[in-house]
C-alpha cells in the first residue's frame, strides 16, 4: 500500500518522487490484493478524517493532547505526530478557518486520487478469505506483529505462484527475499505449496 500513499503525499519527499515517477511511467495495470482494497485503505482514510479533527480539537484548545478522543485513540503514533505537526502549522497563520478548510480539501483531493487510481489503474487479487493462514502466520515471524504486512505479503505470493509478478515496497528492513525464505524454508511442506518466490523491488531504487 505504502507507493499508493507516497503517490499522494501533499509532502514532497524522495519517496513521493520516487513513487510519482514509476507510477506515471508504468502503463500496466498494478496488482493490488483485495486486503488493502478492503481493509487498509479504509482505515488509513478514516484516520486522515480523524486527524483533522484532533487538529481542530487542539486549535479550540491548546491544552487538548491529541489522540485523548475516542475517535482519536485509533491514530497510529505517526498519525499523532502529522496531527502536532499540523498544529504548529496552524499557529503562523491567522485565519484559523481557512487553514482548516485547506486541510479538508486537501484530505478529500487525497481520496479522489486514491479511489481514481483504485478504479483505473488497479486489478484486485486474492480475496481475503484466500490469504493462506500458516503463510501469514510463519510471514508474521520477521514483521513484528504488523498483521498487514503479513497480509500482504501472504497475497503476493500465492498470487506468484499463478502469475509472474514483483512486490513493491519501501521497507528495506522487513521485505526482503532472505526473510521471507526464512519464514518459508527450502525442503518445508509450505515451500512445497509455495515454491516460487516473488521478486521484491524498493521504491528508492526504481
Excluded at 514509476?22 to 483485495?34: A, G, T, V
Aim: net charge positive; hydrophobic share 35%.
Amino acid at each position: 500500500m505504502c507507493i499508493i500513499l507516497y503517490y499522494v503525499s501533499r509532502e514532497k519527499s524522495f519517496l513521493h518522487i520516487k513513487a510519482t515517477e514509476f507510477i506515471n511511467n508504468k502503463r500496466d495495470i498494478f496488482l493490488i490484493c483485495f486486503y488493502i482494497i478492503e481493509n487498509d485503505m479504509p482505515k488509513y482514510l478514516k484516520r486522515q478524517q480523524i486527524i483533522i479533527s484532533e487538529v481542530i480539537r487542539k486549535i479550540r484548545n491548546e491544552n487538548y493532547k491529541i489522540g485523548e478522543s475516542t475517535e482519536g485513540s485509533f491514530l497510529y503514533g505517526r498519525d499523532k505526530q502529522k496531527a502536532e505537526k499540523l498544529f504548529l502549522q496552524s499557529k503562523l497563520v491567522k485565519n484559523k478557518l481557512d487553514f482548516i478548510n485547506k486541510l479538508k480539501d486537501s484530505q478529500k483531493g487525497e481520496e479522489v486520487i486514491i479511489r481514481y487510481f483504485i478504479k483505473y489503474k488497479v486489478e484486485k487479487v486474492v480475496p481475503v478469505n484466500e490469504i493462506d493462514r500458516e503463510l501469514k502466520s510463519n510471514l508474521l515471524s520477521f514483521l513484528e506483529g504488523n498483521i498487514s504486512d503479513a497480509n500482504i505479503l501472504a497475497s503476493g505470493i500465492l498470487h506468484h505462484q499463478k502469475e509472474e509478478l514483483a512486490l513493491i515496497t519501501a521497507d528495506k528492513t522487513h521485505w526482503t527475499k532472505e526473510n521471507i525464505e526464512w519464514a518459508v524454508p527450502e525442503q518445508s511442506n509450505l515451500r512445497k505449496k509455495y515454491p516460487k518466490i516473488p521478486e521484491i523491488n524498493y521504491i528508492q531504487e526504481l
